[in-house]
């Protein structure tokens, strides 16, 4: 507990330094809110990355989906990399740059309502963004505040309160460029972290081989499988027509997400932006391939941890490193 709650007061001392450190930097609404469109390759698809693979990937998604289709719930972290990452950076990236900077455009409703001339559409897009972030908003920090919970053994209250007044803090401190480089920062810790967590999952549950064995031996409970084994470490799982709803949905729905597209907004050039997919794409192969591939063992965590007082699944409680069989944190 000792070495725990070090590592988190120095990562929350981090957050506030570059928030004043980036402070200076914001000195008019353009450098607040695009960093000067200056930001840097690295940065831009590290933000890019951990806005797309927060803990709604770590815990929730990763969780339910891999407990639903077993090892083949990682088609859709493959489909998240290529389709959400590497075809929207190719796709939107340079585009967006141009258009934006040239429109003079610093939002995505500030976008619309230049390109079309209406105040009108500009009212509706920042409606639109308001009104259906609040649940995306509401879903991160339920993600954040389980694992805090969790390895804590703090309320479920006062983590989302404190995680939301430190966010809060180091944004209106230093901008857009706080978040980037803090989003750089998390993004390292999430690449060491996913393949600490894979490494601990599988070492205790024997190894990788002792653990598709395992997970072999179960059967399925989709019933156009008829019960049979072996279905959730197969190559297209109990249900691969669902699971391929499942990467479109969740690979093309970025594209149109305000904080995803603000970060081509803000990158520096184009050279950047080809630089930026490559690092983007890489860094989702890893996180969100990583992480549902993970979630693919979640079957072998099943235990009361994971049912609510209603006999229901707490799909939340099924990724694997939140498992109170698994305290990996």
């Known amino acids: 507990m000792l070495a725990k709650t070090g590592f988190l007061l120095v990562f929350f001392v981090s957050m506030m330094a570059v928030g004043i450190y980036s402070r200076k930097h914001a ?17 831009t698809a590290f933000a890019y990355g951990t806005s797309y693979f927060s803990a709604v990937v770590f815990v929730g998604y990763a969780g339910q989906f891999g407990y639903k289709y077993g090892i083949a719930a990682t088609w859709i972290g493959i489909g998240n990399a290529f389709i959400g990452s590497l075809m929207a950076w190719v796709i939107l990236g340079r585009r967006t740059r141009v258009m934006s900077k040239h429109l003079s455009a610093a939002t995505m409703p500030d976008y619309f309502g230049k390109r079309y001339d209406s105040a009108g559409i500009r009212m509706a897009a920042a409606a639109i963004s308001f009104v259906f972030l609040i649940p995306y908003t509401a879903s991160v920090y339920n993600g954040l505040s389980r694992l805090f919970g969790m390895a804590f053994d703090l309320p479920y209250g006062l983590c989302v309160v404190v995680m939301a007044a430190l966010t809060g803090v180091y944004v209106i401190l230093g901008g857009y460029m706080a978040t980037a480089i803090n989003d750089f920062i998390q993004g390292i810790i999430m690449l060491i972290g996913i393949v600490a967590v894979i490494t601990a999952v599988l070492n205790g549950q024997g190894g990788f081989y002792e653990a598709m064995a395992q997970l072999s031996r179960m059967e399925s409970d989709v019933p156009a499988t008829l019960g049979q084994q072996g279905v959730f470490t197969s190559f297209f799982g109990p249900d691969f027509p669902n699971l391929m709803g499942v990467v479109i949905l969740t690979s093309l729905g970025t594209w149109g997400l305000p904080q995803m597209v603000h970060k081509f907004y803000a990158i520096k050039d184009e050279r950047a932006i080809k630089y930026g997919t490559v690092i983007s794409t890489l860094f989702a192969v890893v996180v969100a391939g990583g992480c549902y591939f993970l979630g693919g063992f979640a079957r072998l965590f099943d235990g009361p941890a994971i049912y609510g007082a209603d006999g229901s699944i707490v799909y939340d409680a099924t990724f694997p490193g939140c498992s109170h069989r698994c305290r990996i944190f």
Do not use: C, E
């Open 27 to 43: 000195t008019n609404v353009n450098d607040f809110v695009l960093g000067g469109r200056s930001v840097g390759p690295w940065l």
